[in-house]
């Protein structure tokens, strides 16, 4: 197992296994105001599940165990010009949970990159980690410096059209999947606005 130093561990070590990691995410659009995902292992052995509005002004997305307990929220920034979410412990939204802030690279950009700058370093020297995109897909590269540390690949089928949508992520050793999905439905969402 690798040291406290080399572990990206950003939601918790809980997250953070050994070996590479192949998850399955599905997303479905449950009505005009729910969204759900679910993660899953390559046994089918639920992981995760993420909840949260489609049409309210000020998204929040739940990221739940798979007993039902508030693992950690996302929350869009209202008027933010780079479409900027925010990743806190738990349901909280107190200054003392936060974790990390998540941003568009750039406000005025062709294909989704993001930016990351965790709470311990807000802003100070450049992005702590760095999420590419492509043009044509929903498929991404999550970057720590030169080194790539998860990867999603968006299958699409007729039934994305319809709402049904999923995403296989290769999240690599110790590094924290609670973290990947936390970025990868952020960046779903970004795109999608």
Known sequence: ?????????????????????????????????NVHYDVFDTTGNSLLQVDGGV?????KRVIKDPAGFPVITLRKKALSWKKQWQIYQ??????NHFLCSVQRSNALQMKNNLDVYL????MEDGPDFHVTGS???????????????????????????????SFKLK????VDYAFILALT???????KV
């Open 135 to 165: 043009f044509t897909s929903m498929s991404f590269k999550v970057w720590k410096g030169n080194s790539v540390i998860a990867e999603v690949m968006h299958n699409f089928t007729w039934g994305s059209c319809m709402g049904k949508e």
């Open 119 to 122: 709470a311990s370093s807000y």
């Open 90 to 95: 738990g349901e909280s939204s107190e200054k």
């Open 171 to 174: 999240v690599y050793p110790e």
């Open 185 to 191: 439905v952020i960046m779903h969402e970004t795109d």
């Open 1 to 33: 197992m690798a040291s406290d130093e080399q572990m990206i561990k950003i939601v918790g070590d809980q997250f953070c296994v050994p070996y590479t990691m192949q998850l399955v995410v599905k997303r479905k659009v449950e009505s005009f105001s």
């Open 55 to 59: 049409w309210n002004s000020k998204k």
